[in-house]
């Protein structure tokens, strides 16, 4: 959908060294008052964040979203379980995945989108160490082949 802004606001930058990214799905995330608060300060970690699927939905589990200070004692828990907003369609096709061998849901970014909190949830399958040494050796060969592309245009 174009023009729609997009402000992110978390990313999950090991997610694409540590795994095979083969679906990629937008989901709204069920938060408190508190924790909108805190995201938009920019205070949260996906770092080893995963998203469950269970009978009566998706969960969020291992985010951890910062307490915003000025809330004092109405403050949220850092590390509860966050409930993932998607379609029935979407939560069975999801549960079909996800009980292949090897997939899990990881999210790679929180952002805005028109006001509300969304989280880009990945269907993924872990990478081996030979393919993460296999993709690290590949992007350092392309980025010397554009250095030199660059000093032969100059």
């Given at each position: 959908m174009k023009g729609e802004p997009r402000k992110v606001l978390s990313t999950?930058?090991?997610a694409r060294h540590d795994y095979h990214i083969e679906e990629v799905f937008e989901a709204?995330?069920?938060l408190t008052g508190t924790?909108?608060?805190s995201l938009r300060g920019g205070h949260a970690n996906l770092k080893d964040s995963y998203a469950s699927v269970e009978r009566d939905g998706v969960f969020?589990?291992?985010c951890h979203i910062s307490p915003y200070a000025p809330a004092n004692r109405f403050n949220h828990d850092p590390l509860r379980p966050r409930r993932l907003l998607l379609h029935r369609v979407e939560i069975r096709r999801l549960i079909g995945k996800v009980q292949e061998k090897g997939l899990t849901l990881?999210?790679?970014s929180l952002y805005?989108?028109?006001g509300r909190v969304k989280v880009e949830l990945?269907?993924?399958r872990g990478k081996k160490q030979y393919d993460k040494r296999e993709d690290l050796k590949r992007r350092t060969?392309?980025?010397e082949m554009a250095e030199a592309l660059k000093k032969v245009h100059r």
């Open positions: 999950n930058r090991k709204g995330i069920a924790e909108v608060k969020l589990l291992n990881i999210p790679l805005l989108k028109n990945a269907l993924a060969q392309e980025r």
